[in-house]
């Protein structure tokens, strides 16, 4: 079981309370802290935000060399090309003829090369051959395919399949050949496309007004945003290729490379991988060699294309921020902010701890000595005058008197101000700027009593709650029973019943405390004060006039006296001599009365 016990992580640590609190707060701290929210919330509201609507995207790419790479296949799904001389009317009465080739060549047991050669078809370009741009989204390629006319072109048919792989040294090498020959409509190799081929005088005209012949090709393309958060790559049609030939003069060779995006996309947001994959064929711009000869006699290809495979492949790995990233993030971001904008505050907050502490546990005398002077000496005044003028004592008939009831009236209670003047002007420490400034320059600046007192309230504090010291004050106590009880008496002394906990309120004997309490919190119930005042003075009246004392008791009574201080001495004094100067002019009319002392003769 205690090992269980010992096992639990919530336990309580034990702290001390202030002002009922378990921390020390002030309105500075207070104020801050709303602040500090508010600037938290408003920037953790755009983090969030922007967390759910996935715009964060964090990307690593990798790019592979492989001079044997792996085998790309090009279809409707995502490819398409369209090719054409350009020329009026190509479709109907082609100057040339153009042939697709799937090529495969590869290395046989005995080492030697061997060629395979498939010939695809070609039949005029339709909308559904380009399939792939017109599932993009946000896609207006109809109105393009329109425009460029390109139902006037070429394209493999809508089944085709391109296989691209390797280099020429690699044992398996799969590329596409794209031939611009003579025309010959004699023999109708294509299924879809059967024209009429253009006559000689008009390709002589053609070559005499342009000088040159064109071959034209379109070809489905895509650019890769890996940042971008919803649209990370964009398809096109790419129609920036193109290769001037003039037969048996001027022969044009290209090759032409196809890159292969592997993207994993992650698309969850808590911690673990939820991924979609995505394959992706890209010719990059600098995926191009380019050759140009001149034509020889025996020339029967004017212009050969290749579509090959690159050597490289890139590998994107895409994901969004997540749920423990973006809390790390705002713990981390909340830690600094506490921790920059905190340690100011809590700075002020130790201060104003240590001064309200000195508050309550210290008087600060001799500090504004001649400013309290002058203050008690008014307080002195205006007590003799309404003590005298005012204040009115009755006896109550049934108790004799032995008994005598001061009654204060309602629009006076001069008694009552007197004594809680000596507490509203005992002098308080306060935290002003200059303190402040003093305290942080280390001392450099303002370097006055006021702010001496100041470090030396701060050392004090600091002393008294050393753990050392109140463990030591308490051993005290106990060297204090030690002294002053036999072993038997403290024996019984440690048998006395632990105090009752009901829903009675308990006595409470007053205290200093207790007023300074009442007084700091600014609260109108002057009744509670009197009424701890009342107590006050009974006690103190009741002491001197009980006359069974002790001699022991005697000097003690006479050392409270003394530590109790002049000014108090001096009220009590006054309001003796008055009692007993209204006993002795005995008035018997009861007045309206608020508040009662009850004096012993
Ligand atoms: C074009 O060339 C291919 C392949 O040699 C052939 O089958 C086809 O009949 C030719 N078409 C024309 C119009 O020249």
Redesign the pocket.
Same mark, same amino acid.
């Given at each position: 079981m205690p090992m269980i016990q010992g096992l639990d992580i919530f336990g309580q640590s034990i702290t001390f309370n202030i002002n009922k609190q378990k921390a020390y707060t002030t309105i500075f701290g207070g104020v801050s802290s709303i602040f500090i929210i508010a600037i938290l919330i408003a920037f953790f509201q755009s983090n969030i935000v922007s967390f759910f609507q996935k715009t964060g995207v964090i990307v690593s790419t990798e790019t592979e060399f492989n001079p044997n790479s792996d085998q790309i296949n090009m279809n409707i799904q995502n490819y398409m090309v369209a090719f054409s001389i350009e020329q009026e009317n190509f479709v109907n009465q @082609?100057m040339f003829?153009i042939?697709i080739e799937q090529r495969h060549y590869y290395r046989n047991h005995l080492g030697n090369l061997v060629k395979q050669v498939d *010939?695809l078809q070609l039949e005029p370009c339709a909308l559904e051959h380009f399939q792939f741009l017109l599932n993009q989204p946000d896609s207006d390629f109809e109105s393009q395919f329109n425009q460029l006319d390109i139902s006037k072109w070429l394209c493999p048919q809508k089944d085709f399949e391109f296989h691209m792989a390797g280099a020429y040294s690699s044992t398996e090498f799969h590329f596409i050949k794209v031939i611009v020959s003579d #025309? +010959? +409509?004699t023999?109708?190799? *294509?299924l879809n496309w059967k @024209?009429t #081929?253009a006559t000689k005088s008009q390709k002589e005209n053609h070559l005499k007004k342009e000088g040159q012949f064109k071959l034209q090709i379109f070809q489905v393309n895509s650019i890769v945003n890996p940042n971008s958060p919803s649209q990370y790559y964009q398809s096109y049609l790419d129609g920036e290729m193109y290769f001037t030939f003039v037969p048996q003069k001027l022969s044009r060779q290209a090759n032409l490379f196809y890159r292969k995006y592997q993207f994993q996309n992650d698309n969850s947001l808590l911690p673990f991988q939820s991924i979609d994959e995505k394959e992706l064929i890209v010719r990059k711009s600098e995926d191009y060699r380019d050759l140009t000869e001149l034509g020889r006699d025996t020339d029967k290809n004017y212009a050969i294309i290749y579509f090959r495979r690159s050597q490289f492949s890139e590998f994107v790995y895409r994901r969004f921020i997540k749920i423990d990233e973006l809390l790390s993030f705002l713990g981390g971001f909340l830690q600094i902010m506490i921790t920059g904008f905190g340690i100011f505050i809590t700075y002020y907050n130790k201060l104003s701890l240590q001064i309200e502490l000195c508050n309550k546990l210290y008087n600060f005398p001799g500090q504004f000595i001649k400013e309290s002077q002058l203050q008690n000496n008014k307080v002195q005044q205006h007590l003799e005058g309404s003590m005298i003028n005012e204040s009115k004592l009755v006896v109550n008939p049934e108790q004799g008197t032995s008994k005598a009831t001061l009654i204060f009236d309602k629009e006076d209670f001069s008694f009552q101000k007197s004594i809680l003047k000596l507490f509203e002007q005992s002098q308080r420490l306060t935290l002003s700027l200059k303190s402040l400034i003093n305290h942080l320059s280390l001392r450099l600046f303002f370097n006055n009593e006021e702010t001496e007192l100041f470090q030396k309230a701060k050392n004090t504090v600091d002393q008294n709650l050393d753990i050392q010291e109140i463990l030591y004050q308490l051993q005290e106590i106990s060297r204090l029973k030690l002294l002053m009880l036999t072993k038997n008496q403290i024996t019984l002394f440690n048998f006395i019943p632990k105090p009752n906990l009901t829903l009675v309120d308990e006595e409470q004997l007053p205290n200093r405390l207790q007023i300074e309490q009442k007084l700091s919190q600014q609260e109108k119930q002057n009744v509670n004060k009197d009424e701890i005042i009342n107590e006050l003075c009974n006690a103190w009246l009741e002491i001197k006039s009980d006359s069974n004392q002790n001699l022991c008791s005697q000097e003690l009574n006479r050392r409270l006296n003394l530590v109790l201080g002049k000014e108090f001495q001096q009220i009590f004094f006054e309001y003796e001599k008055i009692t007993k100067n209204q006993i002795q002019n005995q008035s018997e009319k009861p007045t309206q009365s608020l508040f009662l002392f009850q004096t012993l003769n």
């Amino acid at each position: 079981m205690p090992m269980i016990q010992g096992l639990d992580i919530f336990g309580q640590s034990i702290t001390f309370n202030i002002n009922k609190q378990k921390a020390y707060t002030t309105i500075f701290g207070g104020v801050s802290s709303i602040f500090i929210i508010a600037i938290l919330i408003a920037f953790f509201q755009s983090n969030i935000v922007s967390f759910f609507q996935k715009t964060g995207v964090i990307v690593s790419t990798e790019t592979e060399f492989n001079p044997n790479s792996d085998q790309i296949n090009m279809n409707i799904q995502n490819y398409m090309v369209a090719f054409s001389i350009e020329q009026e009317n190509f479709v109907n009465q @082609p100057m040339f003829n153009i042939t697709i080739e799937q090529r495969h060549y590869y290395r046989n047991h005995l080492g030697n090369l061997v060629k395979q050669v498939d *010939y695809l078809q070609l039949e005029p370009c339709a909308l559904e051959h380009f399939q792939f741009l017109l599932n993009q989204p946000d896609s207006d390629f109809e109105s393009q395919f329109n425009q460029l006319d390109i139902s006037k072109w070429l394209c493999p048919q809508k089944d085709f399949e391109f296989h691209m792989a390797g280099a020429y040294s690699s044992t398996e090498f799969h590329f596409i050949k794209v031939i611009v020959s003579d #025309c +010959d +409509d004699t023999q109708s190799g *294509y299924l879809n496309w059967k @024209p009429t #081929c253009a006559t000689k005088s008009q390709k002589e005209n053609h070559l005499k007004k342009e000088g040159q012949f064109k071959l034209q090709i379109f070809q489905v393309n895509s650019i890769v945003n890996p940042n971008s958060p919803s649209q990370y790559y964009q398809s096109y049609l790419d129609g920036e290729m193109y290769f001037t030939f003039v037969p048996q003069k001027l022969s044009r060779q290209a090759n032409l490379f196809y890159r292969k995006y592997q993207f994993q996309n992650d698309n969850s947001l808590l911690p673990f991988q939820s991924i979609d994959e995505k394959e992706l064929i890209v010719r990059k711009s600098e995926d191009y060699r380019d050759l140009t000869e001149l034509g020889r006699d025996t020339d029967k290809n004017y212009a050969i294309i290749y579509f090959r495979r690159s050597q490289f492949s890139e590998f994107v790995y895409r994901r969004f921020i997540k749920i423990d990233e973006l809390l790390s993030f705002l713990g981390g971001f909340l830690q600094i902010m506490i921790t920059g904008f905190g340690i100011f505050i809590t700075y002020y907050n130790k201060l104003s701890l240590q001064i309200e502490l000195c508050n309550k546990l210290y008087n600060f005398p001799g500090q504004f000595i001649k400013e309290s002077q002058l203050q008690n000496n008014k307080v002195q005044q205006h007590l003799e005058g309404s003590m005298i003028n005012e204040s009115k004592l009755v006896v109550n008939p049934e108790q004799g008197t032995s008994k005598a009831t001061l009654i204060f009236d309602k629009e006076d209670f001069s008694f009552q101000k007197s004594i809680l003047k000596l507490f509203e002007q005992s002098q308080r420490l306060t935290l002003s700027l200059k303190s402040l400034i003093n305290h942080l320059s280390l001392r450099l600046f303002f370097n006055n009593e006021e702010t001496e007192l100041f470090q030396k309230a701060k050392n004090t504090v600091d002393q008294n709650l050393d753990i050392q010291e109140i463990l030591y004050q308490l051993q005290e106590i106990s060297r204090l029973k030690l002294l002053m009880l036999t072993k038997n008496q403290i024996t019984l002394f440690n048998f006395i019943p632990k105090p009752n906990l009901t829903l009675v309120d308990e006595e409470q004997l007053p205290n200093r405390l207790q007023i300074e309490q009442k007084l700091s919190q600014q609260e109108k119930q002057n009744v509670n004060k009197d009424e701890i005042i009342n107590e006050l003075c009974n006690a103190w009246l009741e002491i001197k006039s009980d006359s069974n004392q002790n001699l022991c008791s005697q000097e003690l009574n006479r050392r409270l006296n003394l530590v109790l201080g002049k000014e108090f001495q001096q009220i009590f004094f006054e309001y003796e001599k008055i009692t007993k100067n209204q006993i002795q002019n005995q008035s018997e009319k009861p007045t309206q009365s608020l508040f009662l002392f009850q004096t012993l003769n």
